[in-house]
């Protein structure tokens, strides 16, 4: 209290201890913003660079060439061009379905990122599970051209 007994408040130190308070949780936005719009981003290249390589790899396979293989070399030609990401897995599976036709289909799994680095898979006890995101693409692998 001052000479007139009125209590005098310390201002001292408030905006550090906001900013101890704000910044874990600012951070945790940022890094659950940069993992959405990195995740948007790999969904919308990841549709168009499946269904290239199936285009390229699968219509029109070379002579005793059969599904495992095509989706073998769409794996690859899928892999080579995410190899820098380094936190994505892909897998291709084909099945037949009526008319001949045949149904290719591409997951990837996205990990999310610290900014780049690596992020456990596992927060107090809590799995985190990767982000996937599956495309498909029908084609007559006899037919040079037809996509269904």
């Keep these: 209290m001052n000479a007139i007994g009125q209590r005098v408040h310390n201002t001292r130190g408030q905006m550090t201890v906001e900013l101890v308070v704000a910044l874990p949780v600012l ?5 659950i913003a940069m993992n959405a719009l990195e995740f948007f981003s790999l969904c919308a290249s990841f549709d168009r660079a499946a269904h290239n390589a199936v285009r ?3 219509v029109s396979p070379a002579y005793g060439q059969d599904a495992s293989q095509s989706c073998a070399l769409v794996e690859q030609s899928l892999q080579s061009r995410y190899a820098q990401e380094g936190h994505i897995d892909i ?7 009526e008319g001949g036709l045949c149904e ?8 999310p990122t610290l900014f780049g680095l690596g992020l456990r898979s596992e927060v107090l006890g809590v799995q ?3 982000l996937v995101h599956e495309t498909r693409a029908v084609v007559d692998c006899y037919k040079p051209g037809v996509i269904a």
């Design 27 to 31: 951070i945790i936005v940022a890094v």
């Design 56 to 58: 390229v790899q699968a």
């Design 91 to 97: 897998e291709v599976r084909s099945s037949q379905i």
């Design 104 to 111: 290719f289909m591409a997951t990837a799994r996205f990990h």
């Design 128 to 130: 985190l599970p990767p």
